[in-house]
């Protein structure tokens, strides 16, 4: 029986050489195995959907400008692999999300070691403040439970911490959201739309890099050094150039290469965002997980030099449990009137037991906070002293909080490493799952929120799949991964 061609949309050969990106790797001979290889990375990322029509061998051809030879050896590779479909008079299409070597490369259960995540489990003192909250629930439960703005209580606590870090806050410029990605999605909904740019740093958070594309806008990649960190310069220049509708920055331990803003920094930043009267989304997820000491005691909050144009999300994911899945926004109130009016048209609130075991947690004295810090610290130095001994040639900057390292490889092998360690029971997210555009191939995310003997095997597995990409330049079928 011939195949069915599931009708998804097609996409055209600029379309699909812009999420290509870099493809080919470095010094390979290879390069109809690099390409399917490439190919097969986007369809298990979930960005060639299956049924997607791919463009005819001459018009990809002349987009990534090479033979058709090359394009029509990868199909082929693509086909035998069972990943693509052809027919005659039909062109070619994603025929399946996966290869069929894939079961074979992809360790199950306990032996699959997830570094795509950096989600630490549960902090201490979760049980004791979820038996408080249920004896606090009973004081709302003749309520009809929704609360667009959050509770009162827990929005006064998130202002409370906001004003010990430098940025006066009230219980009324905070929105509780479904974590920090929904309140994300629900500012770029409200400022942006299809077509408007969004300034971001390059590399920066790539669940953010989805939400954009999913609202149509345009992401403005401007490059983070992860040694001299942000380039204020370069960023006045992209304002100028580029004239964005809105920014997104993560100032506190950066999501990926941890860098903190300083002060100067911070305060030249927000001169350059007022001159250019340019909004920006403060991503505060990772900043409770100060390393060095009480965040408190660090530099003020972005948002305390941006007035009205700072909009800041935070959450509760890194910092005490992602299973509560709560997050908050805090802006103006004009700004926090105009999200609730535009929230109906998504949810109608948080769930309230959720927010009251957070708000028993929030009134804790900062003891969870504090053990959790101790925790990740331990974690961190365990990573490093890992990358140490398997992996010697592997650099990185020690961050002085957030959850993960950001490692240069002696050579651009992040996607082949990402496909490699997945054979070795590991998955990792490849540095272009942090680009704009991709490439960042000479560099890999390492969260350390997983136990210490765990990190080390991880790492130990990883040294032997950087061995198996460096003696060899095949490659297998890639994984797909979720980042968080």
Not at 150 to 158: A, D, N, T
Not at 166 to 189: C, I, K
Not at 313 to 337: F, N
């Amino acid at each position: 029986m011939e195949p069915l061609i599931p009708l998804t949309g097609r996409v055209s050969g600029s379309k699909l050489a812009l999420l290509l990106g870099s493809w080919r790797q470095s010094g390979s001979r290879h390069g109809a195995a690099d390409l399917a290889a490439a190919v097969e990375l986007l369809v298990l990322d979930g960005r060639l959907p299956l049924g997607t029509k791919l463009p005819a061998e001459r018009e990809l051809a002349e987009a990534l400008d090479v033979s058709r030879t090359l394009i029509g050896a990868a199909l082929d590779k693509l086909r035998a692999d069972g990943l693509v479909a052809s027919r005659r008079g039909a062109g070619s299409w994603i025929a399946a999300p996966g290869g069929r070597g894939r079961s074979a490369i992809l360790p199950s259960g306990e032996d699959l070691i997830d570094l795509a995540q950096a989600c630490p489990p549960a902090v201490a003192g979760l049980v004791p403040a979820v038996d408080a909250a249920r004896k606090a629930l009973v004081d709302h439960l003749g309520e009809n439970g929704y609360q667009v703005r959050g509770l009162r209580v827990l929005r006064e606590r998130i202002a409370r911490r906001y004003t010990e870090r430098g940025l006066p806050t009230n219980a009324d410029q905070v929105m509780v959201t479904n974590g920090a990605h929904h309140a994300f999605v629900q500012v770029l909904r409200m400022l942006a739309g299809p077509g408007d740019r969004v300034l971001v740093e390059q590399p920066t958070y790539p669940n953010s890099l989805e939400a954009i594309g999913a609202a149509h806008a345009i992401g403005v990649p401007v490059p983070l050094d992860p040694v001299t960190g942000w380039d204020v310069v370069g960023i006045e220049a992209a304002l100028r150039q580029s004239a964005p509708r809105l920014a997104y920055f993560v100032a506190d331990f950066h999501n990926p290469t941890g860098l903190r803003m300083d002060t100067a920094c911070r305060e030249r930043l927000a001169a350059a965002l007022n001159r250019a009267r340019t909004p920006a989304i403060i991503d505060e997820t990772l900043v409770e997980l100060d390393l060095e000491g009480d965040p408190a005691d660090g530099p003020p909050p972005l948002g305390a030099f941006m007035g009205d144009l700072g909009i800041t999300i935070g959450s509760a994911s890194k910092s005490h449990w992602a299973g509560l899945r709560l997050g908050w926004i805090r802006a103006s109130e004009d700004v926090i009137g105009r999200l609730i009016a535009a929230r109906f048209a998504v949810d109608l609130g948080s769930p309230v037991f959720e927010q009251l075991v957070l708000a028993e947690l929030l009134d804790d004295g900062g003891a969870a906070l504090a053990h959790r810090r101790q925790e990740t610290l331990a974690l961190r130095d365990a990573l490093t002293g890992a990358l140490n001994w398997y992996c010697p040639e592997w650099t990185f900057t020690v961050p002085s909080g957030g959850l993960s390292l950001w490692c240069r490889l002696p050579e651009p092998m992040s996607t082949r490493l990402a496909v490699a360690a997945a054979g070795h029971g590991v998955q990792v997210a490849p540095g272009s799952r942090f680009g704009v555009h991709g490439g960042l191939e000479r560099w890999l995310r390492l969260p350390y929120a997983l136990p210490a003997e765990t990190l080390f095997e991880a790492v130990r597995r990883l040294g032997a799949a950087a061995a198996s990409v460096a003696a060899t330049p095949a490659v297998v079928a890639p994984v797909a991964v979720q980042v968080t």
